[in-house]
């Protein structure tokens, strides 16, 4: 009778282990076969499209900023970093930011006449894009004031800004 307790737990504990295994190689694979549970896939077509044009955007904009060809910016960018590059040209970043917005806005404005977006839906990117710059503006004077009032420190503000790039 003890034997037969033993082995039942030796079982119990073998199958807890493969069990407790196999859900973990489900966790790291990000699949479980026949349960319908599928990972998300990183980079997928619309995301890889909207890179490359977010990308394309971006050197067209330096482009005009500085009379280089685009050609001649994407060669740079090749080997450079955006920053490096934005420096090494004269560029400012709020000028730059601002040329990228207006040129977002433009392609939006583009989407709703071409009927890939609706009216409803330019509103809530537009309403997103507003917010965002809110947050960032709001964010930035409640940093530069906890510096004056002495409630953070610059290495502190530097930690709360956003990372340059």
């Known amino acids: 009778m003890k034997k037969k307790h033993i082995t039942i737990s030796c079982v119990l504990v073998v199958c807890i282990i493969f069990s407790g295994l196999a859900f973990a190689d489900t966790q790291r694979t990000g699949h479980r076969k026949g349960l319908g549970y599928k990972q998300h896939q990183k980079g997928g077509s619309l995301q890889l499209l909207a890179g ?3 990308k394309n955007l971006r ?3 330096l482009s005009e900023m500085t009379g280089q060809s685009v050609e001649a910016i994407q060669l740079k960018l090749k080997d450079q970093r955006m920053g490096i590059v934005m420096q090494e040209m004269s560029i400012n970043r709020q000028a730059f930011g601002n040329a990228m917005q207006a040129k977002v806005r433009e392609r939006i404005k583009q989407a709703v006449a071409d009927g890939s977006i609706t009216p409803e839906q330019e509103k809530e990117i537009l309403l997103k894009i507003d917010n965002r710059i809110k947050r960032r503006e709001l964010m930035s ?3 530069e004031k906890g510096i004056e009032d002495g409630t ?3 290495d502190e503000a530097r930690m709360l800004m956003r990372r340059q790039r």
């Open 141 to 143: 004077k409640l940093i």
């Open 152 to 154: 953070i420190t610059r």
């Open 52 to 54: 490359y044009q977010q």
């Open 59 to 61: 050197v067209q904009v």
